[in-house]
């Protein structure tokens, strides 16, 4: 180790303000200066977030800096690090430094999933096999299929991406369809609004995703697998890149695996821009080169997938579980969650909470508790007011369903949804006819236009909602909103259309009483909405008197 | 032209199956001309994958990262979901279209900005946030918009 060493922070945050940048430069100062025996500049994680300012640590002072430009790093490198002088005006107590969800694991935080994010340098594979990487593909591959595929089946594990199908059971259906050839695709097409756990993952531990669906091959019997990701997330596609090629490196990847016989190529495929494309069915239509445009099930991808051939088709957050059972075993798996729903969910904080992030929980944890406990509360000392949960199509809640235990069964229980695991929080400040009104949006923008009532009924309940935010709401049009929301549920072709009723109806239903005081009003109660000022039509004829 | 196409598809090829490879060719395509797919690339394209033109075309306006007509120095993409949303988006898309005197899906004048709508970005925790080119830009408020589209305005100048 050298003498000294500096450590700048860069994670989600940070990133945003200059992080890279300002550890690239460093690093070009100590060759200016000829340094590099004496002086370590590291790349670090998430040190907790600051407002405004991307944080570097010099050790072994322990002294933190906030850096905004060029220019202080300059100064910091210059005097503290050349001088040994500390840098008052740049200089932060560590106390000040306002921790994240993601640094600081809240008492109650179980990590399975997030167990290396965080803690390794995701573009070193020693890093990762020094916290028993691949060993569960190694385990893996002295079992037979049967066994793997039985093993998976006992630990309960459950589709993370939102539909909560049993993983195991899945790849009993591909194992047991016969072709030529089958696939592994890992959905990592995360367009759900609030939903950011997949790309941390991605970029936190790239390797568990790929070990995962080195396992699904093995397991069902397929020789080829393709991350589908989405085509915007830059750092996570550079990141997974690497991650693939040391794998081949080490001979992880590619023609028998460990000596085994068994063979497992991997490649990435980028998504273009369309929501629909997470559909899985469309996302096998768009790696096939054409619009994700959902097919007709059945036939479902365990017998008819990409290219035709048996297909698995599982969830980033679901593939990273794999290594994990395999390695404790199911029972270990189990003790984990509620019965039907076993093992831990990584959910996304967004809205007016005070510490956003992700946080990875038991299943079965209370609305309450991630807002609170691990979102420590709404920003600014507000009023809680509305709850969307389980992304874009989940359900809008009040404070009255905070307590609802979320697991896979809980929509069919007591009506919230889990989803993809977002916990966006509005406060009071908002309202409830412009909340509908933006999700609405989302959906008319994201409808492929295949079918009528997806593409339609999207685009009447946008023009209702900007009716009533406009002041201009008729009464019936709330029965009008609830009809479009079960022609579209009942009709569509795919679960995009099919979700619709989800958020439309629980906000309307929810928050009646807001959307009626729109209606016929002068103005928006919550002071959100701009209504159109009325011109007062004058009667004519004689006044009464 | 031809000879650039020609080369991004022998690559393509080389890293993958033959039919999975439209996305990611026309991905390299749009990076290789700045922001947008050029008539002539397809048309070429469309020779050397021996697809038909209609069925690139079908691809290219299904998808909202590409683009058939050429967009301006920076593209800035603004997410207008409700993360973003409650957290104050509804004024930065305001000030973004006020600041620019634009509408979504529209150029500058001066060729310098076009200004698109985007799904999230997920970047949620530093919301709201826009994205100019490749660069991300989080916590974003009315005030910083007008900042940094001078900033990006000066540099070219």
Redo the contacts between chains.
């Keep these: 180790m050298k003498p000294i060493t500096v450590l700048v922070s860069v994670d989600?945050?940070s990133?945003?303000l200059g992080a890279r940048h300002f550890l690239n430069y460093l690093r070009d100062l100590v060759k200016e200066y000829n340094l590099s025996d004496t002086v370590d500049v590291l790349e670090t994680g998430s040190m907790g977030t600051y407002?405004e300012g991307v944080i570097i640590s010099i050790l072994p002072d322990g002294v933190f800096y906030v850096v905004k430009s060029e220019a202080d790093v300059k100064k910091v490198f210059e005097e503290h690090v050349l001088k040994g002088r500390r840098v008052l005006e740049l200089e932060v107590p560590g106390y000040k430094i306002k921790r994240?969800v993601e640094v600081e694991k809240v008492a109650q935080e179980t990590r399975i999933v997030l167990k290396n994010v965080g803690e390794i340098d995701p573009t070193r594979i020693e890093e990762y096999i020094a916290r028993d990487g691949y060993f569960a593909l190694a385990k893996a591959l002295q079992m037979k299929p049967e066994e793997v595929i039985e093993e998976i089946k006992r630990s309960g594990l459950r589709g993370r991406g939102g539909a909560g199908f049993p993983t195991g059971l899945k790849w009993e259906f591909t194992y047991k369809a016969s072709a030529d050839q089958k696939y592994v695709l890992c959905n990592a097409d995360?367009?759900?609004?609030?939903?950011?756990k997949d790309?941390l993952i991605m970029e936190g531990d790239p390797h568990s995703l790929i070990e995962g669906m080195i396992i699904a091959g093995y397991a069902v019997g397929a020789t080829k697998g393709?991350i589908y990701i989405?085509?915007?997330?830059?750092s996570s596609i550079e990141i997974l890149r690497k991650a693939i090629d040391q794998a081949y490196e080490y001979g992880f990847l590619g023609n028998n695996i460990l000596g085994s016989g068994f063979n497992f190529d991997l490649?990435i495929?980028?998504?273009?821009?369309?929501?629909v494309a997470g559909e899985e069915t469309a996302l096998i239509e768009?790696?096939?080169?054409?619009?994700?445009r959902p097919r007709l099930k059945p036939p479902y991808p365990p017998t008819f997938g990409l290219?035709g051939k048996p297909t698995v088709v599982n969830n980033v957050e679901t593939f990273v579980n794999v290594p994990r059972i395999l390695l404790n075993g199911a029972d270990w798996f189990r003790q984990f969650g509620t019965e039907s729903s076993p093992g831990t969910k990584v959910f996304?904080l967004?809205?007016?909470v005070v510490r956003?992030?992700i946080v990875e929980v038991p299943m079965g944890v209370t609305v309450r508790d991630l807002v609170f406990k691990f979102g420590g509360g709404v920003e600014g000392g507000k009023k809680l007011k509305i709850v969307?949960t389980g992304g874009?199509a989940g359900t809008f809640i009040g404070s009255d369903k905070l307590d609802v235990p979320l697991d896979f069964d809980s929509y069919m229980k007591n009506g919230v949804s889990l989803g993809s695991g977002?916990i966006?929080?509005?406060?009071e400040t908002?309202c409830a006819v412009d909340?509908a009104l933006?999700?609405m949006?989302?959906f008319e923008?994201?409808s492929?236009g295949k079918c009528t009532p997806c593409r339609e009924g999207t685009r009447m309940a946008v023009q209702i909602l900007e009716r009533i935010s406009r002041g201009e709401g008729r009464k019936g049009d709330l029965d009008l909103l609830r009809e479009i929301a079960r022609n579209a549920g009942e009709t569509s072709f795919c679960g995009l259309g099919q979700s619709i009723p989800v958020p439309l109806l629980s906000i309307v239903n929810n928050f009646e009483d807001e959307f009626k005081a729109h209606i016929g009003a002068d103005k928006c109660p919550v002071g959100v909405c701009e209504f159109k000022k009325k011109t007062v039509k004058r009667k004519l004829g004689v006044k009464k008197w | 032209m031809r000879d650039v196409i020609v080369e991004i598809v022998r690559k393509a090829r080389e890293?993958?199956e033959e039919?999975?490879?439209?996305?990611?060719t026309?991905?390299e395509i749009q990076k290789r001309f700045k922001n947008f797919i050029p008539p002539e690339a397809a048309e070429i394209l469309s020779e050397e994958l021996n697809?038909p033109l209609s069925?690139i075309y079908?691809?290219l306006t299904?998808?909202?990262?590409?683009s058939t007509k050429p967009k301006g120095r920076y593209v800035i993409r603004v997410?207008?979901?409700?993360?973003c949303?409650?957290?104050g988006g509804r004024e930065v898309v305001k000030a973004l279209k006020e600041t620019l005197k634009i509408d979504f899906g529209q150029t500058t004048s001066d060729g310098m900005f076009t200004l698109e709508?985007?799904?999230?970005?997920?970047?949620?925790?530093?919301?709201p946030?826009i994205?100019v080119n490749?660069e991300?830009?989080?916590?974003m408020t009315p005030e910083k918009v007008k900042e940094l589209v001078d900033k990006l305005r000066g540099d070219v100048k």
């Design positions: 989600s945050n990133v945003l407002p994240s995360e367009g759900e609004p609030g939903t950011f790309r393709y989405r085509g915007e997330y830059y490649k495929r980028l998504g273009a821009g369309a929501y768009s790696i096939e080169g054409k619009p994700a290219f996304s967004v809205g007016n956003k992030g969307q874009s977002v966006l929080v509005a406060d908002h909340l933006t999700v949006r989302f923008h994201e492929c | 890293s993958a039919r999975d490879i439209l996305i990611n026309l991905h697809v069925k079908e691809v299904f998808y909202t990262m590409f997410c207008e979901s409700l993360p949303h409650v957290e709508m985007t799904s999230c970005l997920g970047l949620c925790g530093v919301a946030v994205m490749d991300y830009y989080g916590n």
